[in-house]
Nanobody, 123 residues
Framework: QVQLIESGGGLVRTGGSLRLSCAPT????????MGWFRQFPGKEREFVAG????????DYADSVKGRFTISRDSAKNTAYLQMSSLKPEDTAVYYC????????????????WGQGTQVTVSS
């Protein structure tokens, strides 16, 4: 079973930046497309960003386009979500996900999930 270790969450001010990291263990990092999702209280988990195995394809939710950047570093076996121009409405628990197929990085698919990390943006 793939384990995803998340880090980087915290408290930031409106307009600030934060970088989340996700480090899979137990399997070859390059096998998996990686993604980030977030969940607001009382709402369903939603897609934020995804990146394929090579880094050649990326996808973003409309709500974060131009502000968030997903990337991966094979040498470090780590995927990142760089978040800039943060807004209070970005406050959520952020979950890392991994899937053997890029197109299946969706909440309804059988992703491997990280433990979640809290991101709070103060107003």
């Amino acid at each position: 079973q793939v384990q995803l270790i998340e880090s980087g969450g915290g408290l930031v001010r409106t307009g600030g930046s934060l970088r989340l990291s996700c480090a899979p263990t137990g399997h070859t990092f390059d096998w998996y497309a990686m993604g980030w999702f977030r969940q607001f209280p009382g709402k369903e988990r939603e897609f934020v960003a995804g990146i394929d195995q090579t880094g050649g394809s990326k996808d973003y939710a409309d709500s974060v386009k131009g502000r968030f950047t997903i990337s991966r570093d094979s040498a470090k076996n780590t995927a990142y979500l760089q978040m800039s121009s943060l807004k209070p409405e970005d406050t959520a628990v952020y979950y890392c996900a991994a899937n053997l197929e890029f197109d299946r990085l969706r909440p309804s698919t059988d992703n491997y999930w990280g433990q979640g990390t809290q991101v709070t943006v103060s107003s």
